[in-house]
């Protein structure tokens, strides 16, 4: 079975105590005020930073009041509300934002890309770059791709030159280039788009080289680290992807332009990500499934060739339309689906359950796998794909 054919695209960002979905939200910054208003704090699904650190790609959701503690009233500081991530009910109370904004990812890749991409891993041309605005037609510059060796015959061999010198002709303190949000967002998307065809030693490289190129400014540093988020690591982006992100991350914590937030932030997000890798064996939890009787996952595993974990949430409309498509989709003999519903509304869960295609093994988590971050999930639907050893073959796979 080709693996590599899987993908997962649909997911929500909930808000957090009744597990409820917001439509269509993507990458959350939230500003916390005092009673007089005045911000001290940005929050985003998946991490806490100070504002300082917002940029324009953020929208906001303005709090009603301070924010606070959900235990003891506390104001939380970044710090510690880094410590209380994935679940926004740890930071925000329910009902507390009075208004909130949609954000818009601009496209990705377009048709020239995709097609210019395979004419490069196949044979060498080149790109003459244009101006353009985000959300505009063909027209956004884009850098030349660097000539290739002759000597350069392999996909991975060709796609590893390239994430290396990709960034050749980028002058990182010309503002005009390094700030411009289209054109940094469509050659990023240009350059992350080669990850596909590389091994992990090349895309770590790479990530590296880009990192060191931006930190000759400060701010381009900031603004392209903000591009990186949003594209590998908000939940909603098309180009979603933790493996890949991991390599950005260890190139941050390897440098020194990171300050004591940032490098924590970092180091966490690091953390979190490489829980249920690729490779790594899924943590254990045990289940009750509808109908009666308890099941254990290594167990479940055990008895099946492969292994289709889904993480899904009955209030989830992303879920739902998961559900139906994973309903008609036909998988290699062998396979089995094991639907997990991880929240904490267990009478929600049995009143849906007999919902689910009657083949599956449907499940409720009895271990609280989501406080205790066993698995860290910031949006659902989440997948992985298992083998009889429990071990993880890909996360949000591309579904044939």
């Known amino acids: 079975m080709d693996i590599g054919k899987w993908r997962n695209t649909g997911k929500s960002v909930k808000n957090g105590a009744k597990s409820r979905i917001l439509p269509g939200m993507g990458k959350i910054a939230v500003t916390a005020g005092s009673a007089e208003g005045a911000p001290v704090a940005m929050i985003h699904p998946t991490h806490c930073y100070p504002k300082s650190g917002l940029h324009n790609q953020l929208q906001v959701i303005r709090l009603c009041n301070p924010l606070r503690g959900r235990d003891h009233g506390e104001t939380l500081s970044p710090r510690v509300c880094l410590r209380h991530y994935p679940r926004l009910r740890r930071c925000i109370p329910s009902g507390e934002y009075s208004e909130f904004s949609i954000l818009s990812l601009p496209r990705y890749i377009t048709n020239l890309l995709i097609l210019a991409v395979v004419m490069w891993l196949a044979a060498s041309c080149r790109h003459n770059p244009t101006s353009g605005d985000a959300g505009a037609d063909d027209s956004v510059a884009e850098l030349p791709l660097t000539a290739l060796p002759a000597g350069l015959t392999q996909p991975e061999e060709r796609a590893a030159y390239l994430l290396a010198h990709f960034w050749d002709d980028m002058d990182f303190n010309d503002c005009r280039l390094s700030l411009d949000t289209a054109f940094m967002e469509q050659n990023f998307a240009n350059f992350a788009a080669l990850f596909d065809y590389a091994d992990s030693a090349a895309m770590a490289h790479g990530a590296s080289v880009l990192l060191d190129k931006a930190a000759t400014s400060g701010e381009a540093f900031d603004f392209l680290n903000a591009i990186i988020d949003k594209y590998l690591y908000d939940p909603e982006s098309p180009m979603y992807n933790e493996e890949y ?150 996360k949000d796979p591309r579904l044939p």
Request: with cysteine; aromatic share 10%; net charge negative.
């Open 245 to 394: 992100y991991t390599h950005f991350l260890r190139a941050l914590l390897a440098g020194n332009r990171l300050d004591d937030a940032g490098r924590e932030r970092a180091r966490y997000r690091l953390e979190t990500a490489m829980k249920n890798s690729r490779g790594t064996y899924a943590a254990d939890f045990r289940y009750v499934m509808r109908g009666g009787g308890e099941g254990v996952l290594s167990e479940f595993c055990r008895d099946h060739e492969m292994t289709l974990l889904l993480f899904y949430d009955p209030d989830c409309e992303n879920c739902k339309a998961m559900i139906e498509r994973l309903r008609h989709t036909a998988f290699p003999p062998g396979t089995a689906i094991l639907a997990i519903d991880a929240e904490d509304d267990r009478q929600l869960w049995e009143r849906t359950c007999a919902s689910l295609p009657a083949g599956w093994t449907v499940g409720y988590a009895l271990d609280p796998i989501l406080d205790n971050e066993t698995y860290v999930l910031p949006a659902m639907p989440v997948i992985y794909l298992l083998d009889s050893g429990a071990m993880v073959l890909a």
